[in-house]
């Protein structure tokens, strides 16, 4: 998701995609572990990007809608006009134009999406997530074919399912 479709800036950072050459628990151990070390790349390229902004005002941290900064916090506790506005951002007052539309972003676990369609209200008319574990614990009966049955357990704990995602 990161490199095929980038975003929140994806795009200017380096870094590798972990891929196994085998599909086995300790194939997946090691592509984790990759992953790990990746992670730790991207973080310390965006830190020493930030670094370089030293001196530079906010704006450069935020996005170029400033009627959707909530207030400070301290000023929601004290002023009514403050309690307002945090309120109706939050509550989202704003009606949404009728589409349909899907975006994914790159979780823990695999693709996690999100599937809305609005009909032109308020709330959404549909939201359908996409989980990640729902998908992928599918091919758990391929995967453990032949295996014996201690390597069966194993396998799942590897797959790292997350219960709440597997109920449909």
């Keep these: ?11 200017d950072f380096e ?3 972990p891929v ?8 997946r151990f090691i592509v ?15 830190y ?6 030293k001196g530079a005002e906010a704006e450069v941290y935020h996005a170029d809608v400033p009627e959707y900064y909530l207030p400070a916090k301290e000023d929601v ?8 506005w945090h309120f109706k951002i939050v509550m989202g007052e704003t009606d949404i134009p ?8 790159e979780g823990g676990n695999g693709e996690l999406g999100f599937y809305l369609i609005s009909d032109g209200g ?22 453990v074919k032949g295996s014996m049955l201690s390597d069966a357990v194993i396998t799942m704990s590897s797959l790292n399912l997350i219960a709440g995602e597997m109920d449909a």
């Design 122 to 143: 308020r709330s959404p008319y549909r939201l359908h997530f996409r989980r990640p574990c729902f998908i992928y614990y599918q091919a758990y009966e391929e995967i």
């Design 32 to 46: 984790r572990t990759e992953e790990i070390w990746q992670s730790l790349s991207i973080i310390e390229q965006a």
């Design 77 to 84: 506790y004290t002023k009514m006009e403050a309690l307002i």
């Design 48 to 53: 020493r990007k930030i670094q370089s902004f």
């Design 98 to 105: 009728p589409a349909e539309v899907y975006q994914a972003v």
């Design 15 to 17: 870094f590798q995609i």
């Design 20 to 27: 196994g050459t085998t599909g086995d628990n300790h194939d």
């Design 1 to 11: 998701m990161r490199v095929h479709e980038p975003y929140s800036s994806y795009e």
